[in-house]
């Protein structure tokens, strides 16, 4: 996939092509340093990286409180960031030359995002996220039980999920209760998108 075809699948500016343009390559040059993406993407990361974690906007309502867990190389919740402005985007990473990254693209492509080089349980609480995402940080019960203090004020969440997805939300459906939706995703025929909504802890759950 090239610029154009992303911009004519996604509908976006020109303004957010040449950002991601501006993205990909200090990608490709941090990438020489740090581990941000495996190797063997660095050919389709328009359609790897920047469609895989475009396509979740559409679940993405505006001007949202978004905290993206694992942030990593900034997949999806900067490209978030960069197409969508209307959201408050909050990167969380741990790992801090990938926060060091992520800052960096920040800064180079002018797009207010708020860097949290902490581990995701220090700073959730502080963010009160309206939506919850991630790609590749943990199964869905990990995700769950790092977010369960958030419960009370109701909190969505929007994950990119490779083939394990349905075991995922059976294993996450022994303590908690969710309103489940599960979508195919546009860039990998194993992969899929779920959305939960209402979830809550099963009073019976040990």
């Not at 990473?93 to 220090?122: C, G, I, Q, W």
């Amino acid at each position: 996939m090239q610029p154009d075809d992303f911009a004519s699948r996604f509908d976006v500016s020109r303004e957010t092509i040449e950002k991601l343009k501006i993205y990909e390559a200090l990608l490709r040059k941090w990438q020489n340093a740090i581990n941000l993406v495996a190797p063997s993407t660095l050919g389709q990361i328009w359609e790897r990286h920047f469609a895989d974690s475009l396509q979740l906007a559409a679940f993405m309502p505006n001007h949202m409180r978004i905290a993206d867990l694992g942030a990593g190389a900034g997949f999806p919740g900067l490209v978030l960031a960069i197409a969508r402005p209307d959201l408050e985007i909050h990167l969380i990473e741990s790992d801090t030359r990938k926060a060091e990254f992520l800052k960096n693209v920040s800064r180079e492509t002018a797009t207010p995002v708020k860097v949290h080089n902490a581990r995701a349980e220090s700073v959730l609480p502080h963010i009160a996220p309206q939506i919850v995402t991630a790609r590749a940080f943990a199964a869905l019960k990990e995700i769950l039980n790092l977010c369960e203090p958030l419960f009370n004020s109701a909190p969505q969440f929007v994950l990119l999920k490779g083939g394990t997805a349905t075991d995922e939300v059976a294993q996450a459906t022994e303590k908690y209760e969710f309103l489940p939706a599960a979508h195919p995703s546009q860039t990998d025929p194993k992969a899929q998108i779920l959305h939960l909504k209402n979830v809550r802890a099963r009073t019976s759950a040990t």
